[in-house]
């Protein structure tokens, strides 16, 4: 079974995994974010760590605009197409090209609400979905428009799937929790059904990478075929299979991404790395609750991969 296979075979309730997978993300430096030095060093990170699937880090956020200072001017909102993705789609195609046959391939995808973020800054975009989320949400639909336009383009091209990362419903962000449900998930929702609909193998990552969550309940029904999030949540710790249960599909994470796997010995990671892996249920992923700093060995990743490689459950 090649990782290819491995991965799809993930997905078969009735599949025998010949070892645990497992997998780990950073951001590379912005001189291989573009063309072929982006190409080779995701080649260079995923032979290097053993990891057993390709995650193409997404470079093009959205460009800060100080335009939108009043919850009226998103409506002016830019559309983003060819010029603006043309890059990022460069990379995706010379991925795609060089490690399909072997591996699964996706790109991590961000989220409407992640986009206006960066287009507004979080103070921004908060206060305006807490004054006037029907001035945002027009917004939020050039948004969508223009990630559904970037997704198709890389269905074009043969991609597997995407990481599709979500903000938004984070504890304490909103004190009306409407505001997700009206403002945001139906956005989450617009790209993940068209990517879900189109591609055999999409991972839905929560995402807490600015705050925390009390509860796990609004994403449930999110479409994707694993699931990546932190384990902590609320005043409770979730078990990867209590994860697992939780959202119906196999379970990816285990390892807090700031923790022994960033700062600790080979041995301790792999002490770690066992210890996730034999409280785990069979199909599991093992891997980090989300981007690992960027400055974190990669002799540090390859040792946890390497546990799992090792393991059969």
Request: negative net charge; charged residues 25%; aromatic residues 10%.
């Amino acid at each position: 079974m090649n990782k290819r296979e491995l991965m799809f075979a993930l997905l078969d309730d009735n599949a025998t995994l010949p070892h645990i997978p497992a997998a780990f993300f950073l951001h590379f430096p912005p001189d291989f974010h573009r063309g072929q030095p982006a190409i080779d060093k995701h080649v260079e990170f995923f032979r290097k760590t053993g990891m057993d699937f390709v995650k193409i880090q997404y470079e093009c956020g959205f460009p800060r605009l100080d335009t939108i200072q009043m919850p009226g001017d998103w409506s002016k909102m830019p559309r983003y197409g060819q010029d603006y993705f043309a890059a990022q789609l460069g990379v995706v195609e010379g991925l795609v090209k060089a490690m399909k046959a072997e591996a699964v391939i996706v790109l991590t995808l961000y989220s409407p609400f992640m986009e206006a973020r960066h287009t507004a800054g979080e103070e921004t975009l908060t206060r305006h979905l807490n004054d006037d989320p029907e001035a945002v949400k027009q917004g939020m639909e050039i948004i969508t428009e223009s990630m559904l336009w970037f997704v198709r383009e890389c269905i074009k091209l043969g991609l597997d799937g995407f990481y599709h990362s979500t903000q938004g419903g984070e504890a304490a962000r909103f004190d009306d929790r409407s505001i997700f449900e009206q403002y945001i998930k139906p956005y989450d929702l617009a790209l993940m059904n068209e990517v879900n609909s189109a591609c055999p193998f999409n991972i839905l990552h929560v995402c807490d990478y600015l705050r925390s969550y009390d509860d796990f309940t609004p994403f449930v029904d999110y479409p994707g075929d694993i699931v990546n999030c932190p384990l902590d949540v609320g005043d409770r710790t979730l078990t990867p299979g209590e994860a697992a249960a939780l959202f119906k599909r196999p379970y990816m994470g285990g390892m807090e991404r700031k923790g022994v796997i960033a700062t600790g010995t080979p041995e301790q990671i792999q002490t770690t790395a066992a210890a996730v892996i034999a409280g785990a249920p069979d199909h599991f992923v093992l891997a980090a609750d989300c981007t690992v700093p960027n400055d974190t060995p990669w002799d540090n990743l390859k040792a946890a991969i390497d546990t799992a490689h090792a393991r059969h459950k």
